[in-house]
């Protein structure tokens, strides 16, 4: 059995969102799984499939998620039923306070749950993922760096690998 694998997407136009899908998944490497981070133009559907833990960033539009990520969520129903069990977690980042960071980050959660995900929340900080308001800054590096901690200590957990 190899190393749990997790997989970041994410869709970023100015390039926060990308700087935070790069510090999510230094803080999951740090917990010996294996890491793939990827732009959502890159990504293959049926990679859903070779990892043990999606991790879902999109930038904040009108209160919601970039629309190339909620195609790429939408394309994945043709997996429905097979992700279950797979750790899930979100991410996104916006111009404003009050921008639907929230209601994005639930968006992207509420299709992995209905794919049948484990979701890792926090009682610290993003309760449901890292957020971040412009560019991310030292409080946002932390909070990105614990939810790819905490996903991947999860994923360990779930696949019986030792800590």
Same mark, same amino acid.
């Given at each position: ?5 997790? +997989?970041?997407?994410? =869709? %970023?136009? #100015?390039?926060?969102? *990308?700087?935070?899908?790069? +510090? ?11 890491? *793939?981070?990827?732009?959502?133009? @890159?990504?293959?559907? *049926? ?10 960033? %999109?930038? #904040? ?5 970039? =629309?190339?990520?909620?195609k790429f969520l939408d394309d994945s129903v043709r997996y429905h039923g097979r992700l279950e069990g797979k750790v899930?977690?979100? =991410? ?16 992207? $959660?509420?299709? +992995? $749950?209905? @794919? ?10 993003? @309760? ?18 614990? $939810? ?5 200590? +999860? ?7 030792? %800590?």
């Open positions: 059995m190899g190393k749990p694998k997790i +997989l970041i997407v994410y =869709f %970023s136009a #100015t390039g926060n969102t *990308e700087k935070m899908a790069r +510090l999510i998944a230094e803080g999951a490497g740090q917990e010996g799984v294996t890491v *793939e981070c990827k732009k959502v133009e @890159h990504t293959r559907i *049926e990679e859903l499939l070779d990892c043990d833990g999606v991790i879902i960033g %999109s930038p #904040t539009y009108y209160g919601a998620m970039a =629309f190339q990520i909620k899930g977690a979100a =991410f996104t980042s916006s111009a404003n306070i009050g921008g639907g960071n929230e209601t994005t980050i639930t968006g992207i $959660l509420q299709a +992995l $749950l209905i @794919h049948g995900m484990v979701v890792q929340g926090d009682p610290e900080g993003g @309760h449901y993922g890292a957020v971040s308001i412009g560019r991310p800054d030292s409080r946002v590096e932390k909070e990105c760096r614990r $939810l790819g901690k905490r996903v991947a200590q +999860l994923v360990r957990r779930l696949t019986g690998q030792p %800590s």
